[in-house]
């Protein structure tokens, strides 16, 4: 009996594992790359840098808008500007994004979107988690929301472009270790649970 379990356990936590991200909201800093590589900055204080809110895997073919909540686990950053293409307009503020898109916004061959860009600035060098979550009001609860422009009605929850285990909800880094983009899981991670 203690076997079938485990390898129901197994089964179930491997078809979890082996699932792709799709609809994946995270911050990078590079406007191409999307990764574990990108998803953390040591920048120098009081210096100014980029920053992106990126949507990859996406399902459709052009977004219509998007919501999200973005916090700062730390003081002392400052968001300089915020903008986007098409037309981008937001309703919220620098961090309560709220946002659609005068035109279509065409995901790219590989699946990517980048919805925003920032205008960032540390005023020391302290360790920062930046995590993403829903917009205040949220069109669907407890998550970032992102819609098709071909029916702005369409919407469709987002997941986390990144998964750090150790810290829920934290998608990207100032002056810290990378976070792990959620769709490179495998097979063998979840074996090496079992070894």
Not at 157 to 180: E, Q
Request: glycine share 10%; charged share 15%.
């Amino acid at each position: 009996m203690k076997k079938l379990l485990a390898l129901a356990l197994v089964a179930m936590m491997a078809g979890g594992a082996m699932a792709q991200v799709h609809n994946g909201m995270g911050i990078f800093f590079s406007d191409t790359v999307f990764d574990e590589t990108t998803n953390t900055v040591a920048p120098a204080a009081s210096t100014p840098f980029d920053m992106y809110l990126v949507l990859i895997a996406v399902d459709f073919a052009n977004v219509g808008g998007y919501e999200c909540g973005i916090e700062f686990s730390e003081v002392g950053t400052l968001i300089l500007s915020v903008g986007g293409p098409n037309g981008w307009t937001n309703f919220g503020d620098n961090t309560n994004h709220l946002v659609g898109y005068q035109s279509a916004l065409p995901v790219s061959g590989d699946g990517s979107v980048v919805l925003a860009s920032f205008s960032v600035m540390r005023l020391n060098t302290d360790a920062v988690d930046i995590t993403l979550g829903p917009s205040d009001p949220a069109s669907i609860p407890g998550v970032p929301v992102v819609a098709d422009h071909a029916d702005p009605d369409n919407l469709h929850a987002c997941v986390l472009a990144t998964d750090d285990d150790t810290a829920p909800g934290v998608v990207a880094r100032f002056n810290g270790d990378g976070i792990v983009a959620t769709e490179a899981s495998s097979l063998t991670d979840v074996k090496a649970l079992f070894d």
